[in-house]
């Protein structure tokens, strides 16, 4: 069974950029058996799908944040990361990272989710 | 993009009652592509329903999913008082979208 846990700062300055890294046990990022996803839920709201990445590196993103996203893989950590750039008090949310098996479109593993505050 | 519109948006119910909750898309989703989520305070959205209608790994029997094209239904059939949470509907076409949830408060 794949566990994830989130990791990163809990605040981060409007104007900056929000950096969270999933780590991974359980699987490997480096297999072709999934893909490894950010998710974000504002406080109170509901869920929005930031992006995934495949092992070999290919990424899709929301297009309403694509501007600003990085997915990256660091296999020899067995670790996947976010940046998103240019962060307002919007951003603020709780991050999950959450993986879909290979062709399946729905998540079945989640971190239990950072929370990251966007303030001065 | 699909907009996922789920109602209604707070169902209240009493233990052993059974929930129907709706989740209907702005264009026709095809069925391997919706789920639904379950949510409670403080905790991970878990897999509930995939494929419209196949329940994940140790979800209960009485959860089912039905539905298709725009419609889609979750169908709790007889609520014990664990099952009181938010209710997500998710659809994957180019880009994946939740629906805006489902509370489901005891009665």
């Known amino acids: 069974q794949v566990q994830l846990q989130e990791s990163g700062p809990g605040l981060v300055k409007p104007s900056e950029t929000l950096s969270l890294t999933c780590t991974v046990s359980?699987?490997?990022?480096?297999?072709?058996?999934?893909?490894w996803s950010w998710i974000r839920q504002p406080p109170g709201k509901g869920l929005e799908w930031i992006g995934n990445?495949?092992?070999?590196?290919?990424?899709k993103y929301n297009p309403s944040l694509k501007s600003r996203v990085t997915i990256s893989v660091d296999m020899s950590k067995n670790q996947f990361s976010l940046k998103l750039r240019s962060v307002t008090a919007a951003d603020t949310a709780v991050y999950y990272c959450?993986?879909?098996?290979?062709?399946?479109?729905?998540?079945?593993?989640w971190g239990q989710g950072t929370l990251v505050t966007v303030s001065s | 993009e699909i907009v996922l519109t789920q109602s209604p948006g707070t169902l209240s119910l009493s233990p052993g009652e059974r929930a129907t909750l709706s989740c209907r898309a702005s264009?026709?989703?095809?069925?391997?592509?919706l789920a639904w989520y379950q949510q409670k305070p403080g905790q991970a959205p878990r897999l509930l329903i995939y494929?419209?209608?196949s329940r994940a790994t140790g979800i209960p029997d009485r959860f089912s999913g039905s539905g298709s094209g725009t419609d889609f239904t979750l169908t709790i059939s007889r609520l014990e008082p664990e099952d009181f949470a938010v209710y997500y509907c998710?659809?994957?076409?180019?880009?994946?979208?939740f629906g805006q949830g489902t509370k489901l408060e005891i009665k």
């Open positions: 359980g699987g490997s990022v480096s297999s072709g058996t999934y893909y």
């Open positions: 998710q659809q994957y076409d180019s880009s994946y979208t």
């Open positions: 990445i495949y092992f070999i590196g290919s990424t």
């Open positions: 494929g419209a209608s």
């Open positions: 959450a993986s879909a098996f290979y062709g399946d479109p729905h998540f079945v593993y």
């Open positions: 264009q026709s989703v095809s069925s391997s592509y």
